[in-house]
């Protein structure tokens, strides 16, 4: 649960840095949208090892159902 509870965290974070609207740059990507994206999916990653879900199939799942739901 550890990888859930840092997920929500960087989502947090994730808010805070689309709120200011921060971009990387070339000073780097801390305390950036770029950098937290990246965390979101980290966690996101994590999370789907852990209860062993093939993320890219589940994915492929999820985009046809939205294509019958939203006929795109």
């Known amino acids: 649960m ?3 509870y840092k997920l929500i965290e960087e989502v947090g974070e994730l808010a805070e840095v ?9 000073t780097g990507i801390k305390g950036t949208i770029e950098e937290e994206l990246s965390d979101v ?8 090892n852990v209860f062993k879900i093939n993320l890219e199939q ?9 294509k019958l739901k939203w006929g795109k």
Do not use: G, H, V
């Not at 999916?41 to 789907?48: D, S, V």
């Not at 589940?58 to 939205?66: G, H, M, R, W």
């Open 2 to 4: 550890a990888y859930f």
């Open 18 to 26: 689309i709120r200011k609207n921060k971009r990387q740059s070339d």
């Open 41 to 48: 999916l980290y966690y996101t990653i994590c999370l789907a």
């Open 58 to 66: 589940s994915f492929k799942q999820k985009e046809e159902l939205n």
